[in-house]
Structures are given as C-alpha cells and as structure tokens.
C-alpha cells in the first residue's frame, strides 16, 4: 500500500502561482512514477503532469510551459510548481502513484483560480 497525502492548493488570482506537494509513505519501492491529475466540475479526471523514477517527465500540451512537476527523492514528495495560472485550471487536484501495476490516488486539493 501506499499513501499519498496533498497540499498546498487554495485560491490563487490569474496569472498567479500556487505550489502543490504530494508526500509518500507506505510501500514506497518500486513506484514506478507518480503524477498529478486534475478534475474540473463536470468533466473527466485529466491527466496534468507525470516524473518518473528516473526523472523523465510528461507534460499535457495545456499546462506546457506554465507548469513544473519535480520531486525531492530524500522527503519521497514530488511537487507541481505552478505558474500563470488561468481561470481554466480551476479543479481538484489529485496525486498518484503507480506500483507493481496498480494505482494509488490521494484525497485531492482544490485549486481555484478566480479574481
């Protein structure tokens, strides 16, 4: 099992910022990469931004840019720096981690971008 626990969203002006983080425990070998996805009111979950063990990352085309998924492999945290942030991005945003063929998802953290 692994457990992801979210923070770190919040309410943020356009053209703001907002850093999320994403804090492993548990069954922690073996992740084979971990991500954030997001789901807006009425829409599908999507993916945002993935980084792998080795440190290669995947990026959606409409988050290129703006934002920058990294992790601290000493704190098992990865983090989604987010930047220029537009009223579109407004969703939950949810961490996963994918090992040995499952998925483990965290609670989720709303982010609204609003003025």
């Known amino acids: 099992?692994?457990?992801?626990?979210e923070s770190g969203g919040g309410l943020v002006q356009p053209g703001g910022s907002l850093r999320l983080s994403c804090a492993a425990s548990g069954s922690i070998f073996s992740i084979a990469y971990m991500g954030w996805y997001r789901q807006a009111p009425g829409?599908?979950?999507e993916l945002v931004a993935t980084i792998t063990s080795t440190g290669s990352t995947?990026?959606?085309?409409?988050?290129?840019?703006r934002f920058t998924i990294s992790r601290d492999n000493a704190?098992?945290?990865v983090y989604l720096q987010m930047n220029s942030?537009?009223?579109?991005?407004?969703?939950?945003?949810y961490c996963k981690a994918a090992r040995l063929g499952l998925g483990y998802w965290g609670q989720g953290t709303q982010v609204?971008?609003?003025s």
């Not at 995947?58 to 840019?65: L, M, R, W």
């Not at 942030?85 to 945003?93: M, Q």
């Open 1 to 5: 099992q692994v457990q992801l626990v």
């Open 75 to 77: 704190k098992n945290t």
């Open 85 to 93: 942030l537009k009223p579109e991005d407004t969703a939950v945003y």
């Open 43 to 45: 829409k599908q979950r």
């Open 58 to 65: 995947n990026y959606a085309d409409s988050v290129k840019g």
């Open 112 to 114: 609204t971008v609003s």
